[in-house]
């Protein structure tokens, strides 16, 4: 069953998941998240899952989850519309950052897609 293009059992395992973690430090929620946006991107159905599932187990496996929400909060910053979100394009960690998430998650596509 579908809503809005988003499987109903992939909401329900968003919204009970509480604060679930794998040991390796990503919790459930940001699996869930992940997964969501990689199935935006690259279509629907229990590949595309099985995909995306691999993808941020991959990248889990070889991206500490401290550094994740750092890249997450970059995005989130330089996509701001102002000043402050100029400020952050320029920095030079932010940079490199944001370099090496995009290459653990491209070596994590050519794993599994």
Not at 95 to 105: G, S, T
Request: proline share 4%; hydrophobic share 40%; aromatic share 8%.
């Amino acid at each position: 069953m579908m809503r809005n293009g988003v499987p109903v059992a992939l909401l329900a395992l968003l919204i009970g998941c509480g604060t679930a973690q794998a040991e390796d430090g990503y919790p459930t929620y940001a699996r869930v998240d992940y997964v969501l946006g990689c199935m935006l991107s690259n279509g629907q159905g229990p590949d595309v899952v099985r995909k995306c599932s691999c993808s941020i187990d991959e990248i889990a496996a070889h991206f500490p989850y401290d550094s994740y929400v750092a890249v997450e909060t970059a995005r989130g910053m330089q996509e701001a519309p102002g000043e402050r979100a100029a400020l952050m394009r320029d920095v030079g960690w932010i940079k490199d950052l944001l370099n090496e998430f995009r290459q653990a998650q491209v070596a994590a596509d050519l794993k599994c897609f």
